[in-house]
Nanobody, 128 residues
Framework: EVQLVESGGGLVQAGGSLRLSCAASGFTFDDYAIGWFRQAPGKEREGVSC????????YYADSVKGRFTISSDNAKNTVYLQMNSLKPEDTAVYYC?????????????????????WGQGTQVTVSS
């Protein structure tokens, strides 16, 4: 059974940091790209950051460049999203997702509709 389990969300003040984790199981981790998406109330789900499996290239939405860092620990089948200098507009449910045949455009596809597997999400709330 494929599982993606997010953790690390919570409540933090603006300017603070959080590290999200996405633990994967049930598929060959090295064969899949992992992406982080988020959805705020009343808004469409949007891509935040992705890491490819083939060359470990990383991709970021413009809104998080320079503040968020994605990384992968293949030995642990886990992808992390280090989020620094958090802003109230970063408040959302954060999801990780997996896709086997990844192209960079998948990281920004509307709603993440091309991604195959999804976690249940973790809430991130940034207070002002």
């Amino acid at each position: 059974e494929v599982q993606l389990v997010e953790s690390g969300g919570g409540l933090v003040q603006a300017g603070g940091s959080l590290r999200l984790s996405c633990a994967a199981s049930g598929f060959t981790f090295d064969d899949y790209a992992i992406g982080w998406f988020r959805q705020a109330p009343g808004k469409e789900r949007e891509g935040v950051s992705c890491i490819s499996s083939s060359d470990v290239s990383t991709y970021y939405a413009d809104s998080v460049k320079g503040r968020f860092t994605i990384s992968s620990d293949n030995a642990k089948n886990t992808v992390y999203l280090q989020m620094n200098s958090l802003k109230p507009e970063d408040t959302a449910v954060y999801y990780c997702a997996a896709i086997k045949f990844f192209i960079p455009e998948d990281c920004t596809v509307v709603g993440g509709r091309t991604w195959e597997y999804w976690g249940q999400g973790t809430q991130v709330t940034v207070s002002s």
